[in-house]
């Protein structure tokens, strides 16, 4: 039996998915830390566990920062965010064989969907790391037209969140066929610099309600961003939340509001909203898509439909993987030179059947 594979270029947490599927994969953060007193690169999830104790040395937009400039000491001598992203994406390559099933069957191909944020010469960083990883792409396609292409019917913006920006993706339509249109991004606008500004936020209410402050040194700090996510996840959902970090000998707890991580927040979903609205113009009915990426911000919904922005349609977890994989037969080229750039995909209830007139190539 043979499989394909599709990649999710998204900083936030690389994915994997597969046809059949492979089980317990989880998403893999773009993120690397150096370890000087081995010489090893640490990746995704190990990195994280590291990534605070010594900034120096980590690296968290290792992928919408790629290229092949060498990174500023103390960084060892040549090493680049080039090379970070090739110990990156063998761990993740390595991680699906692994999984159950990963290892059972022969490769089809391999797919990558990729966010229009990024640049051709990026892109083609990205396809020689993986050839020269021996995992070549067989096809490339934009992620927000194969997540899209599960779900639209008719003319949408796909709102999706990085790391380092938010990307907002115009898709019009065209004999039936979902096409990308334009892509804007805002820099500061990225789960990073959420992530920093709530980490600040929960800072500031533990020094108000015990006097604790987790920024305080790098081992609290680092616990405070190992905890964050979990309080992120709660509060998407929940009005309050117990938060419990450990200092020195004593256990610190305080609830912990939706409204603090909210209006730590106010600054860059202003700009995320902003953004959208430069795609939308006025009076217009276009459908807004957002990435679970996107849901995950607590009031981030809110805040958009607040400024006017029609209700939200929620993007399954796996939507650009699924489209991917559903419609691998127009982007999957094996044996060409370059592989298909795809920004344009059948829409959703279409038949899958191969066609070759919508892809371009990588130069």
């Known amino acids: 039996m043979s499989r394909m594979l599709a990649l999710e270029l998204n900083d936030t947490g690389l994915r994997v998915g597969a046809e059949p599927a492979i089980a317990g994969l989880e998403p893999s953060p773009g993120w690397a830390a150096f370890e000087p007193h081995d010489h090893e690169i640490r990746v995704g999830r190990a990195a994280a566990e590291r990534i605070r104790v010594n900034p120096r040395l980590a690296h968290r937009r290792i992928w919408g920062e790629l290229d092949l400039t060498p990174l500023p000491r103390p960084f060892p001598r040549g090493l680049s965010t080039a090379d970070l992203a090739y110990a990156h994406l063998r761990a993740v390559w390595e991680s699906a064989e692994r999984a159950p099933g990963g290892a059972e069957s022969e490769i089809e191909g391999r797919l990558l969907v990729a966010p229009g944020s990024f640049t051709v010469e990026q892109l083609g960083l990205v396809l020689g790391i993986a050839e020269s990883l021996g995992s070549p792409f067989t096809g490339v396609v934009d992620s927000a037209v194969a997540a899209a292409s599960t779900l639209a019917s008719g003319p949408s913006l796909v709102l999706d969140l990085e790391l380092g920006r938010a990307v907002a993706t115009r898709l019009e339509v065209a004999e039936r066929r979902l096409v990308r249109h334009r892509v804007r991004s805002r820099q500061g606008a990225g789960w990073d610099d959420l992530t920093d500004g709530w980490a600040r936020a929960v800072s500031r209410a533990f020094v108000t309600s015990t006097r604790f402050d987790p920024l305080h040194t790098a081992r609290s700090d680092q616990e405070l961003y190992l905890e964050l996510p979990g309080w992120i996840e709660a509060l998407t959902e929940l009005d309050s939340t117990e938060a ?28 995320i909203v902003e953004l959208v609205r430069s795609l939308a113009e006025a009076g217009e009915s276009v459908r807004l898509l957002v990435t679970d990426r996107v849901r995950r911000a607590p009031g981030l919904l809110a805040s958009l439909v607040e400024a006017g922005v029609p209700e939200p349609a929620l993007l399954p977890p796996t939507a650009a993987l699924d489209g991917a994989l559903r419609w691998s037969a127009n982007i999957h080229a094996p044996g060409e030179a370059s592989p298909r750039w795809v920004t344009e995909l059948p829409l959703a209830g279409t038949v899958p059947i191969a066609e070759t007139s919508s892809a371009g190539t990588m130069a």
């Open 244 to 271: 419990v970090m450990r200092g020195g000998d004593r256990e610190h707890r305080i609830a912990l509001s939706r409204t603090v991580l909210v209006s730590a927040a106010e600054p860059i979903y202003a700009r």
